[in-house]
């Protein structure tokens, strides 16, 4: 399950800044990636919402919808890195996402490779830290390989 239901949280949660990663003995051709990030679909409130404290509808409308600040869900990864393992055994960007606002994600990548990381590197909440004390946290559901 791609999201939090029945009490189960079906997720992964970990330190941004910090990779997850598919390893492979042999060289192996990837296609792509899927991702899905927590959006926080079953929050039953809105942070900075005065008109409409008890409705999910913050991801339909943009941050200064009505004189509110609406804004995206604090857990949502906004920016994040997909790498690969070149022949050398050198990792290479193959994907750098700054200003991520979707919940499901897919990228070709079309390589051949022996690894392949995603580096969580902020979400909607930590990058409005000051300092965070390495205390950030990313929650992901689903980082697939195809």
Not at 69 to 93: A, M, Q, R
């Amino acid at each position: 399950m791609d999201r939090r239901i029945w009490g189960n949280d079906n997720g992964y949660y970990g330190k941004t800044n910090k990779a997850i990663t598919y390893t492979f003995n042999t060289p192996t051709f990837v296609n792509g990636i899927r991702l899905v990030f927590d959006s926080d679909l079953d929050r039953e409130y809105t942070d900075g919402n005065p008109d409409a404290l008890h409705t999910s509808s913050t991801l339909f409308f943009p941050k200064s919808y009505g004189n509110t600040s609406f804004g995206f869900p604090k857990c949502l990864i906004k920016h994040y890195k997909i790498e690969v393992v070149d022949e050398s055994g050198n990792w290479n960007t193959a994907v750098e996402i700054f200003n991520n606002h979707q919940r499901f994600v897919k990228h070709e990548l079309n390589v051949v490779t022996k690894a392949v990381r995603l580096i969580p590197l902020n979400t909607y909440h930590s990058e409005r830290k000051t300092e965070d004390y390495g205390s950030s946290t990313a929650h992901i559901f689903n980082f697939e390989i195809f």
